[in-house]
Structure formats: C-alpha cells, structure tokens
C-alpha cells in the first residue's frame, strides 16, 4: 500500500467517523472529539509494535503513512487553543502558553467532562423547572443541592406553588435543616412562611440554621411554635434575632432586651432595623441618638419618634434626612424656622411648606 493510498483511506475512514459522530448523543460526541488524540496514538503505538515485531515492510509503510493523521489533528487542536486562548484574555500568557501548545490536544479531556457536567446540570434544572422533568424526583437527596438545579426549584415554586404538595416542601426544609449550604437569602423567604410547613420542620430548621438569614422567616410564620421562636432569639444574627424581637411571642421584656443588647454592643446591622421596629421605646431612640448622628439617620421614620429627637436630627450631616424632619409633623416650630434657612434647597422649601400650612391651619 503506497502513501496515496494510506491518506485516501485514512481521509475515507476519518469522514465516516465524522459523519457517526454527528449522530451521537452530545455527551458521547463531545468525549469522542475531547479521547480522539490518545486513541490515534494508542493505534500508532500498535502499529509500530506489528512493524517492530514481524519487520513486516508493510506496516512500516503503514507506519511512516499514518504520522499524517495525528500531525492534522495535532495542527487542529493547537489552532484551536490558541484561537480560544486569545478570544478569552490576548494580553496574558505570551510564550509561556505558546510552550503548551504541544500538549493541547491531550488537555480538552478534563474540560470537556467539566462542560458535560455542567450542560447536564443546566439541561436538568431547566428541566424541571418548566415542568420537563418531575421536581419530585430531586428530593430525598444525599448531597447538596447543585446551585442551577436549587434556583430552577425557588422559580418553579414562584411561578406555580400548587403545584407543590406540602410534604414535598417540608421535606425540602427537612433536608435544608441539615445541609451545610442551606440556600441563599433570602431564596427560602416564601418556603418558611408557606402555611404547608410543619411546626416540627420549623423547629428542626430554627435548631439547625438559627445563623442562616433565612431563620429569619420562621419568627413571621404564625404556625411556628414557641420553641423555634426562642431558639432564633438566641441567634447571634441580627436578623434573626430582630424578627423574633419583632414577633410579639417573646413578651415585651424579652424583646426589648434583645434591642437593647444589639444598640448597647452596636451589633451589625442594627441601626436600620432597630431604628424602624415596633418594638423600638422612646428611650432606646435616645440611646441611638446619644451614639452619633451618624448612626440615626432612620430614627426620622420611626413611628415613636419625639419632637425633641426631631430637632436634634435637624442637625444631621445628610439633607435627607433633614429634609424628612422638616415635612414630619411632629417637627415644632423653633425647629422648622430654624431648617427653614437650610442651605439645601429642598430642606428649606420643605420647611416653609410645613410653615405655611400651619398658619392656615392656624386662621
């Protein structure tokens, strides 16, 4: 067999397996295409072994013939990777990444097995999230649940919560109680609040996730028992442990306790939430205050707010909230000609708005 012939053969042989290949399943395609270099080297091995054991001039031919084929698909790959490499990042690499251009075609093979796991990640949440694939059969699971496949779920059950049984969901809690990587927040807001959710489901995710800003949740759940409720209170998120300050099931003293440790230990967070809750007193407004203007900028909203704690906002650096102080009704007199000469437009217009719609009042 001459040389033309060996590469008319090989060039038959090589469209054909193209043309199987095209009708593979992608997986198999993609892992063809990523093996291809080690099998036409295993086969050149091979070949050499017949030549090197029988000395037959005929597979020396065969031998010598066939370096054409892993050359091309050598070229191919090395295009490839080189054309990929600088679409990605043109500047980085230099020379360096010129020197693995000889291994190239042996190293597609991890990647390509990423990129399947990760299509077939993407094709089974999508799967299941437009109703493709039952999302019954994602629970019970030993493991973490892949990030696509958790968020097709959260979108599946905003878009259709019907069709959700309530055993499914509790035990779509059950298995968030004791997952490591419970789902982000606030993703599980609708699922703990779902009036489907056991007592007992609430209690076991509030012993096991009390840290997760999800807990937050179960203190604004009605059908949450006590026990769940004090157990977030013990949480040293403030999230938490606000909503079960904020539940109205701990008892005034208990709640109040709660604010007045975060104010006092100036926890995280606490400036905004404390200075809106319910359960925020008079007296812990004053406290907020006595720690700095720059902490109290929300104490304007809240609905216990003083004419006197309004007059000392007066002073804050940010016009926003000098100007909410000037439209707020409780703000006295003395304290609205005094914004009135704000150098801020808007402060002092809404101070003399605020003025004249008092001496209307007043005729």
């Given at each position: 067999?001459?040389?033309?012939?060996?590469?008319?053969?090989y060039t038959a042989l090589s469209l054909a397996a193209l043309l199987v290949v095209s009708v593979l399943h992608w997986p198999t395609r993609w892992r063809i295409i990523a093996y291809l270099p080690f099998?036409?080297?295993?086969?050149?091995?091979?070949?050499?072994?017949?030549?090197?054991?029988?000395?037959?001039?005929?597979?020396?031919?065969?031998?010598?013939?066939?370096?054409?084929?892993?050359?091309?698909?050598?070229?191919?790959?090395?295009?490839?990777?080189?054309?990929?490499?600088?679409?990605?990042?043109?500047?980085?690499?230099?020379?360096?990444?010129?020197?693995?251009?000889?291994?190239?075609?042996?190293?597609?093979?991890?990647?390509?097995?990423?990129?399947?796991?990760?299509?077939?990640?993407?094709?089974?949440?999508?799967?299941?999230?437009?109703?493709?694939?039952?999302?019954?059969?994602?629970?019970?699971?030993?493991?973490?649940?892949?990030?696509?496949?958790?968020?097709?779920?959260?979108?599946?059950?905003?878009?259709?919560?019907?069709?959700?049984?309530?055993?499914?969901?509790?035990?779509?809690?059950?298995?968030?109680?004791?997952?490591?990587?419970?789902?982000?927040?606030?993703?599980?807001?609708?699922?703990?609040?779902?009036?489907?959710?056991?007592?007992?489901?609430?209690?076991?995710?509030?012993?096991?996730?009390?840290?997760?800003?999800?807990?937050?949740?179960?203190?604004?759940?009605?059908?949450?028992?006590?026990?769940?409720?004090?157990?977030?209170?013990?949480?040293?998120?403030?999230?938490?442990?606000?909503?079960?300050?904020?539940?109205?099931?701990?008892?005034?003293?208990?709640?109040?306790?709660?604010?007045?440790?975060?104010?006092?230990?100036?926890?995280?967070?606490?400036?905004?939430?404390?200075?809106?809750?319910?359960?925020?007193?008079?007296?812990?407004?004053?406290?907020?205050?006595?720690?700095?203007?720059?902490?109290?900028?929300?104490?304007?909203?809240?609905?216990?707010?003083?004419?006197?704690?309004?007059?000392?906002?007066?002073?804050?650096?940010?016009?926003?909230?000098?100007?909410?102080?000037?439209?707020?009704?409780?703000?006295?007199?003395?304290?609205?000609?005094?914004?009135?000469?704000?150098?801020?437009?808007?402060?002092?217009?809404?101070?003399?708005?605020?003025?004249?719609?008092?001496?209307?009042?007043?005729?």
């Amino acid at each position: 067999m001459n040389n033309t012939r060996i590469v008319v053969t090989y060039t038959a042989l090589s469209l054909a397996a193209l043309l199987v290949v095209s009708v593979l399943h992608w997986p198999t395609r993609w892992r063809i295409i990523a093996y291809l270099p080690f099998l036409l080297i295993s086969i050149h091995a091979v070949i050499y072994l017949l030549w090197a054991s029988t000395k037959n001039e005929k597979y020396r031919s065969l031998y010598l013939g066939y370096f054409l084929v892993p050359l091309v698909v050598h070229i191919v790959y090395a295009i490839m990777a080189i054309g990929a490499f600088f679409k990605a990042s043109p500047l980085a690499g230099g020379p360096i990444f010129l020197l693995a251009v000889p291994l190239a075609p042996f190293l597609s093979a991890p990647f390509v097995e990423q990129r399947i796991e990760h299509e077939k990640e993407k094709l089974y949440a999508e799967s299941i999230e437009f109703g493709l694939n039952a999302h019954n059969s994602i629970l019970p699971s030993s493991g973490a649940l892949p990030e696509k496949v958790a968020t097709a779920l959260f979108r599946k059950f905003q878009k259709n919560p019907d069709e959700f049984s309530g055993s499914f969901l509790n035990d779509w809690v059950q298995h968030y109680t004791a997952e490591r990587y419970p789902p982000g927040y606030p993703a599980f807001e609708s699922v703990l609040m779902h009036p489907a959710i056991t007592a007992e489901s609430l209690l076991k995710f509030a012993k096991n996730q009390k840290e997760n800003d999800n807990a937050e949740f179960i203190s604004k759940n009605p059908n949450a028992p006590i026990e769940a409720i004090l157990v977030c209170a013990e949480s040293e998120n403030t999230l938490v442990q606000l909503a079960a300050a904020e539940s109205g099931r701990l008892g005034p003293e208990r709640s109040e306790a709660i604010l007045w440790d975060m104010i006092e230990n100036d926890k995280h967070a606490w400036r905004a939430r404390i200075s809106r809750s319910s359960v925020a007193t008079p007296e812990m407004l004053d406290r907020i205050l006595d720690q700095g203007l720059d902490r109290s900028s929300f104490v304007v909203h809240h609905p216990s707010v003083a004419s006197k704690q309004l007059s000392r906002l007066s002073e804050h650096e940010i016009s926003w909230v000098r100007r909410a102080v000037a439209a707020h009704p409780k703000t006295n007199q003395q304290t609205l000609e005094k914004s009135r000469k704000d150098p801020v437009p808007e402060v002092a217009d809404a101070a003399l708005s605020r003025l004249n719609q008092s001496e209307e009042n007043g005729k």
